[in-house]
């Protein structure tokens, strides 16, 4: 298995010889307005540039697989990139149905059971914030992968801890777990999505898994700096099991 973070809540997976694309956001540095009622209302999204060209992303890419449909994890310049044939993973019938409307004719909806050449993809539960602000921010999902012949990978996607998370750790015991960090917020309703004190509860839940936190500084309402949060991290002993990668850093795991 191979991950290489790309920016924000974009990854290459590699896995069982088979090229994953999560939740891509491909458009240039400053492309779209910020988004609204958060800081950083001077500052357009994305606020980083690629490291690496979409060219570059998207040539070996043997399916996609979008959480849900927020701009920062499906936007206008993934969907003009990826060619419309392409395999595209969704979490449900809303999704697919605007998905095919942007022209996309290879569309499944993630379920406990799908299967992708030979590999699992179990789609997992998620909730993008906690109390009345799930109203504005919908549905999500994460998704696992599993094969015989590698680690069992965990993609929480855009969700706050709370207790399915821990459920989901329990069930499927994932080796390594990818968490959308950054504790993103508006102006009112509290994080969208993990904060250093939900990491440390992914850490408590999987103390074995390595842990890479992604989804951080790339967007304007970000709150949580990849620097608090490895301080965070250095101060709970958690070093060895829990890493911040920067933009394009590559992780092999055998």
């Known amino acids: 298995m ?12 590699e896995y069982e010889g088979k090229t994953f694309l999560i939740d891509p956001m491909l458009a240039e540095k400053g492309t779209y307005p910020p988004f609204p009622n958060s800081i950083r209302q001077d500052q357009n ?4 540039n690629l490291p690496i060209s979409v060219e570059e992303i998207i040539a070996d890419v043997d399916a996609v697989i979008v959480t849900h449909l927020h701009l920062d994890h499906f936007d206008d310049a993934a969907k003009q990139a990826l060619p419309n044939d392409i395999k595209m993973f969704v979490q449900n019938e809303e999704d697919a149905a605007v998905v095919k409307e942007a022209g996309f004719k290879n569309v499944e909806i993630l379920t406990q059971n799908t299967v992708f050449k030979d590999i699992q993809l179990i789609k997992t539960k998620g909730e993008h914030g906690r109390g009345e602000i799930l109203k504005r921010t919908g549905l999500v999902c994460g998704v696992v992968f599993k094969h015989q ?18 459920e989901e750790i329990n069930t499927h015991q994932p080796d390594v777990i990818v968490v959308n960090g950054g504790d993103n917020q508006f102006l009112e309703g509290g ?5 250093k004190e939900d990491i440390y509860e992914v850490y408590k839940a999987a103390p074995k898994a390595t842990i890479i936190s992604v989804h ?13 949060l490895k301080s965070f991290i250095n101060e709970k002993d958690m070093t060895s ?9 590559i992780y092999t795991f055998k």
Do not use: C, Q
């Open 191 to 195: 994080s969208l999505v993990m904060g």
């Open 45 to 48: 999204n994305p606020l980083v």
């Open 241 to 249: 099991h829990v890493f911040v990668p920067d933009d394009g850093e």
């Open 2 to 13: 191979k991950i290489t973070h790309i920016r924000n809540a974009t990854l290459l997976v």
């Open 149 to 166: 012949s590698e680690k069992t990978l965990y993609v929480a996607g855009d969700t706050v801890w709370y207790s399915a998370v821990e």
């Open 216 to 228: 951080m500084e790339a967007v304007n309402h970000w709150t949580l700096s990849r620097e608090e």
